[in-house]
């Protein structure tokens, strides 16, 4: 069994034994009443919620390309968004919808450019959560919660947003470039691509996508929590739900299945969530993935039998 094997089924392990534990510890006991008695109406909506953000994920990535000067229609970049959402979620590499995407567009755009596009959107929803993180700052400091884990909060925000500065000040450098090992010299391609994108006019196209390749998903949380009963202000869900977003991100599940359950019961009870609420309406949110992104394996099995994909 190879080494990718072996870290797949270990995700799978952690995936099972996370959501084993917290739904021992957590689960509320009229949890089959509660979910058979959810507002359907509020379930629709979220369900709609997530299907404008991947849509946006989408046009995330479509800007991406484009800032890359590779045209390519956006509603097939929008397309694979949604089958790379599938993959992501029920495969145990938790990276296969990317590598499904880095496939797809590599006759158009050339491998540097496919994987560049796919690592940069990846890393521009994690930076963007992470954004919002440190903007939040102000909020989670007067949350009643320990210093430690306000202290962790921060530099988790704050460390890579202010280490991508660095890297973008040093890239300009030509000497700077020189005295990196030749193993890292690559990655500077990567963060040449990002420089490009934070020209003013191409920062604008992607601007729009950003915010909305967040905001449906945190509405789609709060209307999930609340159809259960939750009851909590809006704000509320503004505040945590990038946090158990950034705590899924971890590479230790599969499509952050158990981490993202375990995270919103510990931190939705903070701002008056009940745990085994924050449990159920977590674990919808991740049921309510698989389902918006269904539509992305109709593209998987409609493909052409000569696509990339298909000779891969």
């Known amino acids: 069994m190879g080494r990718s094997s072996l870290f797949g089924l270990l ?11 917290v739904w021992r510890l957590f689960a509320p006991a009229n949890w089959a009443g509660m979910l058979a008695g959810a507002d359907m109406v509020l379930v629709a909506g979220a369900l709609g919620m997530l299907t404008l953000g991947q849509i946006a994920s989408g046009l995330r990535h479509w800007a991406i390309l484009c800032a890359l000067n590779r045209r390519i229609p956006a509603p097939e970049v929008v397309g694979m968004a949604f089958t790379g959402t599938l993959f992501n979620q029920i495969l145990p590499s938790g990276l296969g919808g990317d590598v499904i995407r880095a496939l ?15 690592a940069i959107d990846r890393a521009a929803g ?6 919002t993180v440190l903007l939040l700052m102000p909020v989670y400091l007067a949350l009643p919660l320990p210093p430690g884990l306000k202290l962790l909060v921060a530099l988790l925000a704050a460390a890579p947003v202010a280490g991508l500065a660095v890297v973008l000040m040093l890239a300009r450098s030509r000497r700077a470039r020189a005295l990196l090992p030749r193993m890292l010299r690559p990655a500077l391609i990567g963060v040449l691509y990002v420089r490009r994108l934070l020209a003013p006019r191409r920062f604008a196209l992607l601007a729009l996508p950003l915010l909305g390749g967040l905001l449906p998903y945190v509405a789609c949380f709060g209307l999930l929590g609340e159809s259960l009963g939750a009851d909590l202000p809006w704000v509320d869900y ?5 946090l158990v977003f950034v705590a899924q991100q971890f590479p230790l599940s599969i499509g952050g299945w158990g981490v993202r359950e375990g995270a919103a019961a510990m931190l939705f009870p903070i701002v008056g969530m ?4 924050a449990l ?3 674990g919808l949110f991740g049921a309510a993935l698989v389902v918006t992104s269904a539509p992305g394996l109709v593209l998987w099995w409609t493909r052409p039998a000569g696509s990339p994909i298909a000779r891969a």
């Open 11 to 21: 995700k799978v392990g952690v995936s099972l034994a996370c959501l084993y534990a």
């Open 104 to 118: 797809h567009f590599r006759t158009r755009c050339g491998w540097r450019r496919s994987i560049g596009g796919v």
């Open 126 to 131: 994690l930076g963007f959560n992470l954004a």
């Open 238 to 242: 503004l505040a945590v739900v990038p």
């Open 274 to 277: 009940d745990a085994g609420t």
């Open 280 to 282: 159920l309406a977590s």
